[in-house]
């Protein structure tokens, strides 16, 4: 698709995987609105780029998601692409019963509702528009789940069925859906679990990742992997769990 001329919603664009997104955007010529919790950090983002629009919101609350839509929809009227990509993600124990899961934010809520939330709430906006879509960001580890992040594995494989789903349902309305699988990327996720394996490093920066994401939407490429997961995206089964022994293997 034409990756030039776009007005763009990026969910969780002032860090990581999100920000050089935006910025791979902004340069390519589209306008740019990000989105998250922490007004610093789209402020921090704003003064390298004072063209991105910024906005506090967090997409896990309903108020805010309806609040999210409506401000748009008013302020720019030409949205026609929507990144889902806000995400967390948690090391939970299940061999401690339900203690850890209950403690923490809802990746439930964050990873899989807000984007399914967000999909349908834009989509009669995006209808009609030149050039529209939806880009999901989903993991590696929805193919293949890390044991030790069970809920996170959990949620990014419901993203994906979700995002088959809705691209086939979408084709009728014109607008296109795409799906972003990272593989390990060196950003802030999980900072707690990153902490506990020792200095882990993914050595993939967001940037490039991202150069690859962009061509892959311009070539309407709609599951765009890197790396290991652009093998995970097309595997077997037999493949697949493979995968999955070699690296549960230490947990
Ligand atoms: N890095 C990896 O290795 C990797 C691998 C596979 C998939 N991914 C996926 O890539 C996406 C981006 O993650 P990242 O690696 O770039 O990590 P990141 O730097 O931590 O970015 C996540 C962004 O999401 C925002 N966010 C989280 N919860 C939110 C909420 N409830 N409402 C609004 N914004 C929220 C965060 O900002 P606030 O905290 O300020 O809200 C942050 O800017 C995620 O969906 C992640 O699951 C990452």
């Keep these: 698709m034409e990756i030039s001329g776009n007005t763009v919603l990026i969910t969780g664009g002032a860090t990581g995987i999100g920000y ?35 906005k506090v ?5 309903e108020a805010n998601q309806k609040k999210l839509a409506d401000w748009i929809t008013t302020n720019f009227s030409n949205l026609n692409i929507l990144v889902n990509n806000a995400g967390v993600q948690r090391d939970i124990d299940f061999t401690k019963g339900i203690t850890e899961f209950l403690a923490g934010e809802s990746e439930i809520k964050i990873n899989l509702e807000a984007p399914i939330v967000l999909c349908g709430l834009f989509i009669p906006y995006l209808t009609g528009k030149k050039e529209a879509a939806i880009i999901n960001v989903s993991s590696g580890l929805g193919f293949v789940p890390a044991a030790r992040m069970p809920v996170y594995s959990a949620t990014k494989a419901a993203l994906h069925a979700f995002s088959m789903a809705l691209r086939h349902q979408l084709l009728k309305l014109g607008i296109k859906v795409f799906e972003v699988v990272p593989p390990a990327v ?16 993914a050595n993939l920066s967001p940037e490039e990742f991202v150069a690859s994401v962009m061509k892959g939407i311009k070539d309407d490429v709609f599951e765009i992997g890197y790396g290991m997961t652009e093998g995970s995206i097309k595997a077997s089964r037999a493949e697949l769990d493979k995968s999955f022994q070699q690296m549960n293997s230490r947990w």
């Design 186 to 201: 060196d950003t802030e996720l999980n900072p707690e679990g990153r902490a506990k394996r020792g200095r882990f490093k």
């Design 57 to 61: 919101c967090n997409v896990a609350e």
């Design 20 to 54: 050089a997104m935006a910025e791979a955007f902004l340069a390519a010529g589209n306008e740019v609105i990000i989105c998250g919790r922490r007004k610093e950090k789209l402020l921090e983002a704003q003064k390298k780029h004072p063209e991105f629009h910024i």
